[in-house]
């Protein structure tokens, strides 16, 4: 299964192409309050990590209930996600959850799983040594990063 999200693909392949979520206000969390905060509090959310598949039925469920907004908004929201609220497992999650969670170009990526295929990750300093990878970011989402 791929990662991109199933309902807004577009919009999700669109994202991981932007990096950075700007300075303050964040206009990422922004649009997040803006199309998920329409019908209940965005506190139902913003605590709990999870995986990007369970993100994308999450998404799917809130489609459905209604939830939409316009195509910057939703690459907004699913760029917020992905840097904010998303688990990764540097060993065995896809390209696009690694340059999404990580905030890592496509070569970056394709780096990490070219290493990961020969030897894997054992901890946070082996992929902090991988040319690309911002250190500062992963001490940051330490807690979302698996191995
Ligand atoms: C059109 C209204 C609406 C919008 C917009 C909306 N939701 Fe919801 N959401 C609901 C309703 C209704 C429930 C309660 C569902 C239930 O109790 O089973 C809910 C429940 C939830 C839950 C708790 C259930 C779970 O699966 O853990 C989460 C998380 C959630 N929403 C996330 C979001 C996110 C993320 C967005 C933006 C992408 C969003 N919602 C936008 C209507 C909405």
């Known amino acids: 299964m791929t990662s991109g999200s199933r309902f807004w693909g577009a919009a999700a392949a669109a994202a991981s192409l932007v990096f950075g979520a700007g300075p303050d206000p964040d206009p990422n969390l922004q649009a997040v309050q803006i199309v998920c905060g329409r019908c209940h509090t965005t506190k139902v959310f913003l605590k709990e990590p999870r995986s990007w598949e369970r993100w994308n ?81 992963l001490e940051q989402r330490k807690s979302r990063i698996l191995f």
């Open 57 to 137: 039925d999450v998404f799917a469920d809130m489609t459905q209930r209604g939830a939409n907004g316009t195509d910057e908004q939703l690459e907004r929201v699913t760029t917020y996600f992905l840097e904010n609220l998303t688990l990764v497992n540097v060993n065995t999650s896809p390209a696009e959850e690694l340059t999404g969670v990580l905030t890592v170009s496509n070569d970056v990526a394709d780096v990490i799983i070219a290493r990961r295929q020969k030897q894997p990750f054992a901890n946070l300093a082996q992929l902090a040594a991988i040319p690309g990878v911002d250190r500062e970011k």
